[in-house]
């Protein structure tokens, strides 16, 4: 390996290209497949937090509903509150403890997945307050069930308002991808952790990790620009303008009588 710095990152980049590639590919796999799970499982948490309390509850409506609302609300503090890298050396060795090995990869995702429920949770909750009560109020007056106006009226709204803060979890799980390797997931930053011990050149290796995960964020932040810009409408509500001309008419008889 050529002793000086630019030599080495080049040398790097065109000898073990794979091996960034790789990382790279995993990188994002293991960050768009988190955040779709994330988004899937945070619909029927976030329905648990907004569950409204009706006089007429039966009992056992409100028993289930308390309990519901309540494992919603643990887990979201629990997955908010703690780092994703305690999190994934805790389920993936607690999965590994009670019922056997499991790939790294498969427990990577699952990490990913998971943490990101809590946030897009919270994100779709305050999305669905953000809607006017009088849509959901005339959805049920027109003969809907609640489940019906919250997949037909609510929810589609509030996911539509919420992409951008998809878009940025997507990002935020780029870069939060590289905690994982302390389980060994393969990503862009253990893959290169294969070349510092090879070359023991951390500097050129590092500093090549750093861009990569640099052009992903930043390619990825004007992807979800372009994405929003085509999804944008504008609703431009035009008030047709009456002008009324009063022609008045001289039917004076000419002596100055009208």
Do not use: C
């Not at 007429?56 to 609302?69: E, H, L």
């Amino acid at each position: 390996m050529p002793q000086g710095f630019f030599e080495g990152v080049w040398y790097l980049i065109t000898k073990h290209w794979f091996v960034f590639a790789t990382g790279v590919f995993t990188t994002l796999f293991i960050a768009i497949s988190g955040t779709l799970i994330g988004i899937i499982l945070s619909l029927p948490l976030v329905a648990l937090r907004v569950l409204p309390k009706q006089p007429m509850d039966t009992k056992v409506y409100r028993f289930f509903r308390n309990i519901g609302n309540s494992f919603s609300k643990v887990y979201i503090q629990v997955f908010r509150g703690t780092p994703m890298i305690v999190q994934a050396t805790v389920i993936y060795y607690g999965v590994i403890y009670f019922a056997g090995y499991w790939p790294a990869f498969i427990a990577g995702i699952t990490v990913v997945g998971l943490n990101t429920t809590a946030y897009i949770a919270e994100i779709l909750r305050g999305s669905i307050q953000a809607i006017e009560k009088g849509q959901a109020e005339a959805g049920l007056s027109l003969g809907m069930t609640y489940t019906q106006m919250m997949l037909r009226i609510v929810f589609p709204q509030a996911i539509k308002n919420s992409l951008p803060a998809f878009g940025n979890e997507i990002i935020v799980n780029i870069k939060d991808t590289a905690v994982l390797s302390v389980i060994a997931v393969s990503d862009l930053f253990y893959s290169s952790r294969f070349l510092t011990t090879t070359y023991y050149r951390q500097f050129e290796v590092y500093f090549i990790v750093s861009i990569l995960y640099l052009i992903m964020t930043l390619s990825f932040s004007a992807l979800l620009k372009w994405i929003e810009r085509k999804l944008h409408v504008v609703n431009r509500v035009s008030f047709p303008t009456s002008q009324t001309t009063l022609e008045v008419v001289d039917v004076s008889d000419g002596t100055g009588h009208h």
